[in-house]
Each structure stands twice: as structure tokens, then as C-alpha cells.
């Protein structure tokens, strides 16, 4: 009987395409503020559009939810191992897109 193994990603590199896909989302909204007509570009700078997560909140989510190795200490423990600084913002925002704070 053949070996019918689906091979699939590393853990980073489903941190890595998650983060990817999550600024796809907010690039495909800016597309449709764009479509509508929504003049968002003049707008303050503490009224632009940006959401900033610290990797712990993403980790957790992604990795441990659930699994009652979802604490704190745990969690850093999991960034630490996928090599992400758990301490550095990560925004998602129409400009500079894809960018760590």
C-alpha cells in the first residue's frame, strides 16, 4: 500500500502565511473603500485605518488555542521556538503594508 502522506508547511511558515493573508484581507478592503468611492487617504493620521497585534495574540490563536498550553509563559515559548519576537508589534495597515512595528 502506498504512503498517501500530505506533506504541508512548517509552523513558521504558517505564522509567516497567515500574517501574508491577513494583509491580503485589509489590501482587499482598501480595494473596496476604493471601488465605493470612500475617501480614506486624507483622513488624519489617528484616524487611518491600522491594526497592530503582538505576535503572542496571533501565536495563540494559531498554535495553542485550546490546548491548555495557552498561558502566557507557553505562548512565549512557542514564539521563541518559531523564532518571532514576541515583544514587536505587527500592524496591518493601507500603507506600509506587510510592516512590523
Same mark, same amino acid.
Given at each position: 500500500?502506498?504512503?498517501?502522506?500530505?506533506?504541508?508547511?512548517?509552523?513558521?511558515?504558517?505564522?509567516?502565511?497567515?500574517?501574508?493573508?491577513?494583509?491580503?484581507?485589509?489590501?482587499?478592503?482598501?480595494?473596496?473603500?476604493?471601488?465605493? +468611492?470612500?475617501?480614506?487617504?486624507? *483622513?488624519?493620521?489617528? $484616524?487611518?485605518?491600522?491594526?497592530?497585534?503582538?505576535? =503572542? &495574540?496571533?501565536?495563540?490563536?494559531?498554535?495553542?488555542?485550546?490546548?491548555?498550553?495557552? +498561558?502566557?509563559?507557553?505562548?512565549? *515559548?512557542?514564539?521563541? $521556538?518559531?523564532?518571532?519576537?514576541?515583544?514587536?508589534? =505587527? &500592524?496591518?495597515?493601507?500603507?506600509?503594508?506587510?510592516?512590523?512595528?
Amino acid at each position: 500500500m502506498a504512503d498517501n502522506k500530505v506533506v504541508s508547511h512548517s509552523e513558521r511558515e504558517i505564522y509567516d502565511g497567515a500574517l501574508s493573508l491577513m494583509q491580503q484581507m485589509v489590501s482587499d478592503f482598501e480595494d473596496w473603500l476604493e471601488y465605493w +468611492g470612500v475617501d480614506y487617504k486624507n *483622513l488624519p493620521e489617528d $484616524e487611518k485605518f491600522s491594526l497592530k497585534y503582538y505576535p =503572542v &495574540e496571533i501565536v495563540r490563536e494559531l498554535f495553542l488555542s485550546g490546548t491548555g498550553h495557552d +498561558g502566557g509563559t507557553s505562548t512565549r *515559548l512557542k514564539c521563541r $521556538e518559531l523564532g518571532i519576537d514576541a515583544d514587536k508589534l =505587527v &500592524e496591518f495597515s493601507f500603507e506600509d503594508s506587510d510592516e512590523e512595528v
